[in-house]
């Protein structure tokens, strides 16, 4: 079987998609940013903008958010791509179960990207104690973001599927790690390639004074989720039950 993969094909048919469904994608962006503004203004009419009680509840309260949205955008979109029919109005309504283990993912995943700038930061400022922390512009430093940059970026990459296999495959918190861990094995430069791509629209809809990133914020998700029909796709059987192992692993 062909394995190669082609940033063209994927970006192609996330320009299709996001065309026959305009709407849907820049009203889910639209929502997303008016409950982030709202939420916002709220606590900080409240507690005020440098209290630590607002800005740990308000960080609680957008996650809880973000898990929620974000399975519903995945929910729709997957399966616009799978079915082809209009989206109806429960599936726009984000699964519990669903959610919850996307929050249990992102809370898993913070820990370990926090232990991993903790050891680094650790290691390198033991015999470096004399470094002006409080310039962040300093060459100083320069090493150290580097060397956390380094792992956070693989991370990121290896398990920027999870969202997908809970949706679409409705996989536990872990499972989807050790699914999105096994699925982007071997395409590592091709996903890199691909949020460059996502990074360069960003840039483009922040410059055209933020409104088009309205457009650019859902359509890099829409292009995460092609990325990741394609790879599923090019599975044969053998590697299918391959995949789905870590669902035997941790039932055991």
Known sequence: MNKSLSVKVILADAWQLAKKNIWILIGFTAVQFAFILLVTTILTSIFGGASGQGVLLQNVILSLFDAFFGVAFYQVFIKLIDEDADPEFPDFIPNLVKAVNFLFVKLIIGLVMVFIIGIISSIYFYNKQDIDTNNPFSWDLLPIFTLIAIPLVFLTIRLCFVVCFIVDQESGASESITQSWAITKGHFWFI????????????????????????????????QIIAYRHLVNMYTDEEEILLNESEDTNGN
């Open 192 to 223: 890199s390639l691909l949020f460059l791509v996502m990074l360069g629209l960003n840039i483009l809809g922040a410059m055209a004074l933020f409104i088009g990133l309205l457009f650019t914020v859902p359509f890099s998700s829409l292009i």
